[in-house]
């Protein structure tokens, strides 16, 4: 039985991945709904304020990288993490909502697994102030 459901499961991944669409990747991270809306990007909703996921997501990039730009009115991050770039912005949807978006890149070329593990690491440490 486990093996059928998984089969079923993986099923639209296998199809999606020959057909060659990009996949899209859902998953649940502290109540955010998450998903993949390109190769190299990451994107969700949050309930946290802006200005909590700002300050997250400026200490997770100082840990990962170089700050390479900053904006809190514009809502957008770029970090040079050698040899990865990666770009965080932000769009303030309510006074307590907040859309996240995180890309990636390593040696331009789209690096999903980074921006899902930033996504995460922002999420996380928003989590841990509140």
Do not use: H
């Amino acid at each position: 039985m486990k093996k059928l459901l998984t089969l079923f499961v993986l099923i639209p991944f296998l199809v999606t991945g020959l057909s060659g669409c990009i996949p899209v990747f859902l998953m649940a991270v502290g109540g955010v709904g998450v998903y993949a809306v390109s190769k190299d990007t990451i994107q969700g909703d949050t309930d946290t304020p802006y200005e909590a996921i700002w300050d997250s997501a400026l200490k997770v990039a100082r840990i990962r990288g170089t700050v390479l730009q900053e904006d809190f009115n514009r809502g957008y991050i770029e970090v040079n993490a050698k040899p990865n770039k990666i770009w965080i912005q932000f769009v303030r949807v309510t006074t307590t909502a907040t859309k996240i978006r995180v890309s990636a890149r390593k040696y331009k070329l789209p690096n999903i697994d980074l921006a899902q593990e930033v996504f995460i690491k922002i999420i996380e440490e928003a989590n841990k102030g509140s």
